[in-house]
């Protein structure tokens, strides 16, 4: 080789370890930084985020018209806004990312002790106050002062 002529860069070597550490670096930053401005909140997340009860039909009112959202909270997985709902009276639950943008309509287990923690919200949400049921002309049977158990039966007669 003569001192005039130029040597070509192979295409199959491999670029040096320092560049190749770089750039993965910088992917590496550009997701966590996207993750960060997500929902980076250390302890509550309810200090930076927010949703409220119109927010929340607002968003969802075009995947079911006649909602009603009963209440907002957080979720027991982070990200994501729990909304109480009733829709053609049933109530329900749907998971709202803190971007507003996804809403997950499904199941939240709890992985380690495999509890179902959707399914305990549906019956808190679904328990039904006895204290509240109207009781004037019914058949009470017992002792309602000394009852352990209640039971309550509707029936049309008709």
């Known amino acids: 080789m003569s001192g005039g002529t130029r040597r070509r860069k192979d295409p199959s070597m491999k670029r040096p370890v320092s560049l190749q550490l770089l750039c993965t670096l ?6 966590v930084s996207e993750a ?4 980076g909140c250390e302890e ?6 927010s949703m409220s ?6 968003t969802l009112k075009g995947l079911i ?10 979720a027991p997985a982070r990200g994501l806004w729990e909304v109480s709902l009733e ?12 971007s507003k943008e996804n809403v997950i309509i499904g199941q ?3 992985i380690k002790t495999r509890k179902n923690l959707t399914r305990e919200r549906l ?6 106050d006895f204290s509240k049921i109207p009781l004037d002309g019914s058949l009470v049977m017992g002792d309602p002062e000394k009852a352990v158990h209640r039971i309550v039966v509707f029936d049309d007669p008709d």
């Open 36 to 39: 960060a401005a997500f929902g």
């Open 123 to 128: 019956v808190e949400l679904n328990r039904v």
């Open 65 to 74: 018209p006649d909602i009603r959202v009963i209440g907002v909270r957080m």
């Open 108 to 110: 939240i287990v709890r």
């Open 26 to 31: 910088w992917v590496i930053l550009l997701f």
């Open 87 to 98: 829709t053609k009276g049933k109530k329900g639950i749907a998971y709202v990312d803190f």
């Open 53 to 58: 009860r119109d927010e929340a039909r607002e």
């Open 44 to 49: 509550d997340c309810g200090k930076c985020h």
